[in-house]
């Protein structure tokens, strides 16, 4: 699994990056489904034979069963919310992610796709809304991308079978890829999810041949946290999009890991690289904005900024959360979005 940022649930700006931790995948994954539209909660794809079901399920606190094909679907984070939209599912009801502000750009496209104005939330203030849950009667509940389950499953089960993981590590350990496909064999829906995996294949594979110049370009990814600029980079980091598009780590993430990642402002040569991408998701409460960085001395005199080979990941259209911790449905929307960026920073314009 890659890592970079661990949130609670995914959100824009600071609540999707949470700064005590350093984790999150970055693998592929977004649906490039189908172009019918489909009903609220109703999926687009074919229907899985009956013969399909039961399906029994076994997670780490229980074992229920999954009579016939759910059509109703519940999700209790943003990304299982993505794993519904990416199988062309819109779910009854979703966790608020975004606190009533606008809809990732990723997701909205979903949504238009599938017919759905937006979609139907509780507010996930205080946590997961059981009334909430169990008020649109589901017939399942995605619980694949969240760290609450431990606390969350003797209150979900009796409203619907729930798809979680089989071993409570699993929240942090399992790729996009496995949540998919878990989810996906519950929901009749395993030759989808297959399309998925392959669209987002072809999404990034895509973007490395027609951008052969990134092959062999070390790179150095790094984020201002509120306490620390954080070298995410490390040499523990499984390759993720960056190294899936054709860059390498630099012989500096060795020195580095995800408990020893604080580069501090007299050790800014650490940074050095073909390439240097930063980004700054905690904006004015981050240790330091982009411009002080960018004034720094030791900064400037890097050969990789002086080359402007440097580049800055935005926050704003919540691409760097997004990098951060992509999903199902996120992937393709970050290669479309990253690809420039590093376009640019690699010819040095």
């Known amino acids: 699994m890659n890592r970079l940022a661990r949130p609670a649930a995914r959100r824009s700006a600071v609540r999707t990056l949470i700064a005590a931790a350093a984790a999150a995948t970055l693998l592929v994954g977004c649906g490039g489904g189908k172009d019918e539209k489909a009903d609220a909660g109703k999926p687009s794809g074919a229907a899985a034979p009956a013969a399909a079901f039961p399906v029994t399920l076994t997670n780490a606190w229980g074992r229920t069963e999954v009579e016939k094909k759910p059509l109703k679907v519940a999700t209790v984070s943003d990304g299982d919310t993505s794993i519904a939209l990416a199988l062309g599912l819109v779910p009854v009801i979703t966790p608020d992610v975004e606190d009533g ?80 496909k878990n989810a996906a064999k519950a929901l009749g829906m395993t030759a989808e999810a297959d399309k998925v995996i392959a669209a987002n294949g072809k999404a990034i594979a895509d973007a490395a041949a027609a951008h052969p110049e990134f092959k062999g370009k070390t790179y150095t990814y790094a984020v201002v946290h509120p306490e620390q600029l954080t070298f995410m980079s490390h040499a523990d980091q499984d390759p993720g999009i960056f190294e899936q598009i054709g860059l390498k780590k630099t012989a500096k993430a060795a020195s580095y890991s995800a408990d020893k990642n604080s580069v501090s402002l007299e050790n800014l040569d650490e940074l050095e690289a073909d390439v240097l991408l930063m980004t700054y998701p905690f904006g004015d409460n981050g240790l330091l904005s982009a411009s002080e960085l960018e004034s720094n001395k030791l900064f400037q005199s890097l050969t990789v900024v002086k080359g402007k080979h440097y580049a800055v990941i935005p926050s704003e259209n919540t691409l760097s959360s997004a990098v951060a911790y992509p999903d199902a449905l996120s992937f393709p929307w970050i290669v479309e979005k990253l690809t420039p960026i590093l376009a640019k920073a690699v010819a040095g314009k």
């Open 101 to 180: 502000g606008p809809v990732p750009e990723y997701k909205q496209r979903a949504l238009t796709k599938l017919g759905a104005g937006k979609l139907k939330t509780y507010d996930d203030t205080d946590g997961t809304d059981f009334e909430a849950i169990a008020a649109e009667a589901p017939d399942i509940i995605l619980g694949m991308n969240t760290w609450s389950m431990d606390t969350d499953y003797a209150k979900l089960a009796p409203i619907a079978p729930v798809v979680t993981f089989t071993d409570k590590k699993h929240a942090d350990t399992l790729t996009w890829q496995e949540r998919l």
